[in-house]
């Protein structure tokens, strides 16, 4: 019985921990993006990147590059909650799929024990 157990505690912290990734990756593309991207309309005029908030800046004529550190913070504490909420569905919806109860996982435990291959 504890193997099944152990395979379903396994089973689950695989799963938040591809949504969790999956979060995070969605996340640092977006901001990949929006570097790529990124229009400096003239030459005297200044950019930034980042996403949901800008959190560096460059650009302007004198050429400055400063980190804007309020939109990286936030960025950060956005992408955590995002990652754990996409990593905690992934979990319900993984595991809820397959899920043994207690009693299954006795039942099948015993079947193990009584009938040796």
Known sequence: MKSVLIRSRIRHSTAFAAGFLLGQLCFIAANAWSYW?????CEDCGGGF?????????GGYIGTV???????VADVIIVLFVSIGSGWISQ??????????????????????THPH
């Open 37 to 41: 991207h990124m229009v400096i309309p």
């Open 50 to 58: 980042g996403f949901p908030f800008d959190w560096y800046r460059v």
């Open 66 to 72: 400063s980190m804007i550190w309020s939109g990286l």
């Open 92 to 113: 319900r919806f993984f595991s809820s799929r397959n899920r043994l109860t207690f009693e299954e996982a006795e039942t099948t435990s015993e079947s193990f024990t």
